[in-house]
T-cell receptor, first 113, second 114 residues
Framework: DTGVSQDPRHKITKRGQNVTFRCDPI?????LYWYRQTLGQGPEFLTY????????KSRLLSDRFSAERPKGSFSTLEIQRTEQGDSAMYLC???????????FGPGTRLTVT | GDSVTQMEGPVTLSEEAFLTINCTYT??????LFWYVQYPGEGLQLLLK?????DKGSNKGFEATYRKETTSFHLEKGSVQVSDSAVYFC?????????????FGRGTSLIVHP
């Protein structure tokens, strides 16, 4: 059990550029979650997958945000046309049914200049 | 919708002091309740959980009891250590019959001095 990994750990980009983050969950974990965390706040839910199905995406912050989990293993979160307000920590977590305990990755810190 | 409210931090204590971090929630039905801890530079880690009313979760000397009547899940520890300095998050999630979206509180920073 190697834990949840995220790549990259840090990303600096210019406003208007697209960015993509990757999350590798714990193997055999069938649920995968994406969150945004800003300074002094708790994780803010964005979307989640059960296997390859995206079961909830209404909380994605705008249509510039999208996520995929094509084979039910790793997942990607893409932000198009980044804005300065997108600067935050993006967290990924996974869990295995029937429990709901989540295992978090270290996060990807995005800075939009 | 669901919500979680935690006491404002930072909470500053001396080593071996008693710790309480308050957490109350608003939710329909009977969600599972969790405490997560985030050490500097790391991701969140599950600290303890409770899945039904009157359950007590415990781990590493921390405890919290699921109180349905007061909709609370306060975190306690009898004697804190410097190594407990971290940010603590209270969270809830429904396991059936509704939204599975997890809801987190804002977090409470704990600083323990030697």
């Amino acid at each position: 059990d190697t834990g949840v990994s995220q790549d990259p750990r840090h990303k600096i980009t210019k406003r208007g550029q697209n960015v993509t983050f990757r999350c590798d969950p714990i193997s055999e974990h069938n649920r995968l979650y994406w969150y945004r965390q800003t300074l002094g706040q708790g994780p803010e839910f964005l979307t989640y997958f059960q296997n390859e199905a995206q079961l909830e995406k209404s909380r994605l912050l705008s249509d510039r945000f999208s996520a995929e989990r094509p084979k039910g293993s790793f997942s990607t979160l893409e932000i198009q046309r980044t804005e300065q307000g997108d600067s935050a920590m993006y967290l990924c977590a996974s869990s295995r049914l029937p429990t709901y305990e989540q295992y978090f990755g270290p996060g990807t810190r995005l800075t939009v200049t | 919708g669901d919500s979680v409210t935690q006491m404002e931090g930072p909470v500053t204590l001396s080593e071996e002091a008693f710790l309480t971090i308050n957490c109350t929630y608003t939710a329909t039905g009977y969600p599972s309740l969790f405490w997560y801890v985030q050490y500097p530079g790391e991701g969140l880690q599950l600290l303890l959980k409770a899945t039904k009313a009157d359950d007590k979760g415990s781990n590493k000397g921390f405890e919290a009891t699921y109180r349905k009547e007061t909709t609370s899940f306060h975190l306690e520890k009898g004697s804190v250590q410097v190594s407990d300095s971290a940010v603590y998050f209270c969270a809830l999630q429904h396991a059936s019959g509704g939204s599975y979206i997890p809801t987190f509180g804002r977090g409470t920073s704990l600083i323990v001095h030697p």
